[in-house]
């Protein structure tokens, strides 16, 4: 049944947005989560962690939340939030989880989209879970400050202020604000949180975003 609600939300999604060609190359990424669920399928109602290589390189992401029954880290680095939303059903419905947490929309900026894109891209995303998934709830991961890419910041801080903006006053989504604790009193990105390409985070990263995210999973 959940099927059948799913393929509806994503052709309303699709009224949002379009979906480029070049997102097939995930393919290979999607189907290696798919052969690793025949094997090990994870029980319904977990948390889903989605989006760019920031959810993909977190080491250990499933014990720095033990507390929980199930975690499902579904990353695939380089990933925009349109890939999220064009692989919406293989990556998240198909779980049926209690809560889906995304990362995305850094690779988007970067490529040049706008902040008003970002949002029209996380809009179809959270419409295309909450009309599959009525009961789930949708967490958006802000947009994180980086030393390789602070020429956006500007356009970060513009993406964040409208996701938060849209998930106010909706009880089905969540933002959790990772930007402001990972900037310093200059308003620049603090470069102890980074490895050594500056762009992707290091464990001294990873622990803060585990305390900023662990208050919004109840």
């Known amino acids: 049944m959940w099927l059948l609600a799913a393929s509806g939300a994503l052709a309303d999604a699709a009224k949002i ?16 989560f798919a052969a690793e669920d025949r094997d090990h399928a994870p029980p319904p109602g977990g948390i889903v962690f989605v989006g760019s290589s920031s ?29 999220c939303v064009h692989y919406l059903d293989r990556l998240v419905i198909r779980y049926n989880p209690s809560m889906v947490l995304v990362y995305a929309g850094d690779n988007d900026l970067a490529e040049g989209r706008t902040p008003e894109q970002v949002l029209q891209q996380f809009e179809a995303f959270a419409r295309g879970v909450h009309q599959a998934l009525p009961t789930t709830r949708i967490a958006f991961i802000s947009v994180k400050p980086s030393p390789a890419r602070a020429a956006l910041i500007p356009r970060m801080r513009e993406t964040n202020t409208l996701v938060r903006q849209y998930t106010t006053g909706k009880p089905w989504l969540d933002f959790v604000d990772v930007f ?22 290091n464990e001294a990263g990873y622990t803060l975003w585990k305390e900023a995210i662990r208050p919004h999973l109840h």
């Open 17 to 32: 947005t379009s979906v480029p060609q070049e997102t097939t190359v995930w393919d290979a990424a999607v189907e290696a």
């Open 55 to 83: 959810i993909r390189l977190w080491k250990g992401l499933e014990q720095q939340f033990r507390d929980e029954p199930v975690i499902i880290k579904r990353g695939f680095g380089g990933s925009r939030l349109s890939d």
């Open 180 to 201: 402001t604790p990972m900037t310093g009193p200059g308003g620049g990105p603090r470069a102890e949180l980074f490895q050594p390409d500056a762009l992707h985070l």
